[in-house]
């Protein structure tokens, strides 16, 4: 059963800070992973992309890792502003088939 | 401004109403879906159309039906409203064929039954 999981379920980090949030997957065939910003009472907005060949991209402070062996992907935040405060979920999509969406990991960046 | 509109925003309804959600696109995408995130805050897909024909129809009840009146819109009606129906609801759109592309996601609409 495609499916992807996402730790942890909620992060406090002060203002200025780096943090790095973890998304593991069963998805098989895989096409490619993505990372999702979803702002409170809004919709999830894409932030990279990331096809099996890729190991790294970065979105100015997001940097996306993708290791396709383990079937693991990070996003790492660099200075965290308070407009980093949402939920970011990792969306993976089998071959021909639906995207599978994670949980999310709610970010709270506290001044 | 291009985007993906939903309307309303926020819907109060009694049970056993019947309720629609409006969703608009002007970017030009040929397939649009609707999503529901639960209180877990899982997104699972609901319908998606591509060129007026339904092309996933996940294990919805039957009380939920999509409506296309044309390529930009999916309109999503619910008949005999439940408790278990309150959720937020997206749209979203997205351009198939050869490569891939991600979604472009409405605001959302939050249902509340009561």
């Known amino acids: 059963k495609n499916q992807v999981e996402q730790s942890p379920q909620s992060l406090i980090i002060l203002e200025g800070k780096n943090c790095t949030l973890q998304?593991?997957?069963?998805?098989?065939?895989?096409?490619?992973l993505r990372w999702y910003k979803q702002d409170t009472g809004r919709g999830p907005v894409s932030l990279t992309i990331m096809t099996f060949s890729e190991n790294t991209k970065s979105n100015g402070r997001y940097t996306a890792t993708l290791d396709a062996d383990t079937k693991q992907s990070s996003l790492h935040i660099t200075a965290s502003q308070l407009s980093d405060s949402a939920s970011y979920i990792c969306v993976v999509r089998p071959i021909g088939q639906n995207f599978v969406f994670g949980p999310g990991t709610r970010l709270s960046v506290l001044p | 401004d291009t985007a993906v509109s939903q309307t309303p925003k926020y819907l109060v309804t009694q049970m056993g109403n019947d309720k629609s959600i409006k969703c608009e696109q002007n970017?030009?995408?040929?397939?649009m879906y609707w999503y529901k995130q639960d209180s877990k805050k899982f997104l699972k897909i609901m319908f998606s159309?591509?060129?007026?024909?339904?092309?996933i129809n996940e294990t919805v009840p039957n009380r939920f039906s999509p409506k296309s009146p044309d390529k930009a819109h999916l309109n999503l009606h619910i008949n005999s409203l439940e408790l278990g129906d309150s959720a937020v609801y997206f749209c979203?759109?997205?351009?198939?064929?050869?490569?891939?592309?991600?979604?472009?996601f409405g605001s959302g609409t939050r249902l509340t039954v009561v």
């Open positions: 979203a759109s997205s351009l198939t064929g050869e490569g891939d592309y991600g979604y472009t």
């Open positions: 159309y591509n060129n007026k024909e339904l092309i």
């Open positions: 998304c593991n997957y069963t998805v098989s065939p895989f096409s490619n």
């Open positions: 970017l030009g995408h040929d397939t």
